[in-house]
């Protein structure tokens, strides 16, 4: 099976894989991860791209890949891979063993009719969830490895608003705040983009509530994003492991004020 969106043919990535590596299978049983976003009634899991990488030493990915990734760079082509075989995975855990997600030009993933999901990655792991799209009205994940204090410095200045600064940053000496804010966001655009089908600036939303302790936080729009009335906060969870900070945007409800 194969999903069409605009210009971009994605092929099901296990199945195309099993004709270039009959024992593909057998070689991805030791890449695999549990997956650390909670998420109710719907599958997720996870991939070491270390693990993939030797799995698939010898293959050139550009023989299976689509072709906006042929000339990415090995890297890249590795966690584009493990997100889609993550995503299959977690798709065929919900009974659909043959679905396959899409993309669209400018790299959106297309979920099967009546499933949303999410895939994220950072330079050790890729994540995927999925679930079923009548039980969830807006679904996001991010996993990012926390960040050096020269990027929380940048995460400061380019993603985090003045009161984000004055309120959530600087009590910590670490930098997982800086890395949570960050990865709350994605996550939350993750989930927003397929509702407001535009690009969603990090000014536009902010944290405005912060439970370390039961790892969640709220992230509500801003006057700047001309959602103010329009659309109601909604809760990220969060999980911070080791080095890697895991946020999961699953609201149930509408985003949007009735
Ligand atoms: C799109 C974006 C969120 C991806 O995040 P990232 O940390 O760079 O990368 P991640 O590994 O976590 O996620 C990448 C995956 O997100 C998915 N993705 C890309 N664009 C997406 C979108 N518009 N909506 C939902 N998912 C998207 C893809 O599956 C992609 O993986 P793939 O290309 O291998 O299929 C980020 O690049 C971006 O544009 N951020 C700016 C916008 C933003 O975050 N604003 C904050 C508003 S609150």
Redesign the pocket.
């Known amino acids: 099976m194969q999903a069409a969106v605009g210009q971009e043919m994605v092929l099901r990535m296990d199945q195309t894989l099993r004709r270039w590596l009959p024992d593909a299978q057998h070689k991805l049983a030791a890449c695999w991860l549990d997956a650390p976003h909670e998420l109710a009634g719907g599958a997720g899991c996870g991939i070491s791209l270390a693990a993939l990488d030797r799995a698939l030493a010898g293959l050139d990915l550009a023989e299976i890949l689509p072709a906006a990734l042929a000339r990415a760079v090995r890297k890249r082509q590795l966690?584009?891979l493990a997100?889609r075989l993550c995503a299959e995975r977690a798709l065929a855990e919900l009974g659909y063993s043959n679905g396959a997600v899409g993309?669209t030009e400018s790299?959106?993933?297309q979920w099967p009719d009546g499933l949303v999901g999410?895939?994220?990655?950072?330079g050790e792991a890729a994540y995927a969830v999925a679930a079923f799209a009548s039980g969830y009205a807006a679904l996001?994940i991010?996993?990012e490895r926390l960040a050096r204090p020269s990027a929380a410095q940048s995460i400061r200045s380019l993603c985090c608003t003045e009161r984000e600064i004055q309120a959530w940053l600087g009590p910590r000496d670490d930098t997982v705040a800086e890395t949570l804010i960050f990865s709350a966001?994605?996550a939350?655009?993750?989930a927003i983009?397929?509702l407001l089908g535009r690009?969603?600036?990090?000014s536009?939303?902010e944290v405005q509530a912060l439970d370390w302790q039961a790892g969640r936080l709220t992230?509500a729009p801003t006057e700047k994003s001309g959602l103010l009335g329009r659309m109601r906060p909604f809760r990220v969870r969060f999980r911070c492991a080791g080095a890697e900070v895991h946020t999961i945007v699953s609201e149930r409800g509408s985003l949007f004020v009735a």
């Open positions: 966690s584009f997100g993309r790299g959106v993933p999410s895939i994220t990655h950072h996001g991010d996993s966001k994605e939350g655009y993750k983009y397929p690009f969603v600036d990090f536009e939303f992230l």
